[in-house]
């Protein structure tokens, strides 16, 4: 029983090992660009529209109206970087249930890797909200005292971020592991089907969460903006 | 008792004691969130959506202490650094 999808390697170039993870997170990459490249070429704005372009702007609204809804602001802004973590992540949730795939999100390293992405665009939308200096003198707010925590509160959010999805994928995936060794009838699918459910729910979480970060970031640099434009 | 196994007891103990209560206690305060979540729509159905994500973002934060002893354990058991001291 292998606890991570990183011990998987196939193939080593040199220093760089080749592992499951990274081989699935090229299938899920692949899988969601080929089918981009697909529904592109038959886009529509008059009916008939085919059944992946709806199914597409679906699900593009629905991601543009949760950051509607979780910004109040206006959501375009946003979309690339978030929709891009959602639907990475609920690809490779969702492939899960697929015999033979490790999902690439019940790894650390995947993880940790989205949740640094996450960490580093904080301020990158910030900076580009308010520029340098105002978004820097959000960090000594409401006091210079506070500094310390401020950054240590950021680290450690990043640090839930990247624990708390490999934690929910792994166990699900250990769990049924597990389950085929004690009672391999039915009951692992029943399991398989809470794992499904998990997945969904921690993709959206994730996005979520970085979302709510980003957009604090910003709108604590916009409140400095709307004071001190009247002082 | 050598060194070996008592480090295998205590891990395993731990690593028991970890998931136990960490998940206990994750348990019982994500039931009270959902319980007062519930509450609240029944109140304002109107709100259901903004409720519901609020909830969801809080559990998420209430298990993140959850899945913490989880992995907490899993080291433990199947990557304790504490092996190499005695081998």
Known sequence: ?231 | MTDMSLIAVVSVLTAGLTVAIGAGLAALAEGRAVAQGLQSIAQQPDETNSISRAMFVGLAMIETSGIYCFVVSLILIFANPFWRAVQ
């Open chain 1, 1 to 231: 029983m292998t606890l991570s999808p990183d011990e998987i390697v196939y193939f080593s170039i040199g220093p760089l090992n080749v592992s499951a993870t990274l081989v699935f997170t090229w299938v899920v990459m692949a899988l969601l660009v080929g089918m981009s490249l697909v529904v592109r070429r038959g886009l529509r704005v008059e009916p008939p529209i085919g059944r992946a372009q709806l199914m597409f702007e679906a699900l593009i609204g629905f991601v543009l109206d949760q950051i509607r809804d979780v910004a109040h602001q206006e959501p375009r802004r946003y979309l690339p970087f978030v929709g891009t973590l959602f639907l990475f992540i609920l690809t490779s949730n969702v492939l899960s249930v697929v015999p033979g795939f490790r999902p690439p999100t019940g790894s650390l390293t995947t993880t940790a890797a989205l949740a640094l992405a996450v960490f580093l665009a904080v301020p990158v939308f910030g900076v580009s909200q308010v520029g340098l200096r105002r978004y820097l003198r959000s960090y000594l707010e409401p006091m210079p005292i506070m500094l310390p925590f401020t950054i240590l509160g950021e680290i450690t959010r990043t640090l839930a971020l990247a624990v708390r999805l490999f934690g929910n994928v792994m166990s699900s995936s250990l769990l049924i592991a597990v389950l085929l060794v004690v009672a391999p009838l039915a009951f692992p699918v029943l399991m398989q089907a809470l794992g499904l459910l998990i997945g969904v729910l921690q993709a959206y979480i994730f996005t979520v969460l970085a979302l709510v970060y980003i957009a604090a970031g910003m709108s604590q640099s916009q409140k400095r903006v709307s004071t001190g434009g009247s002082a």
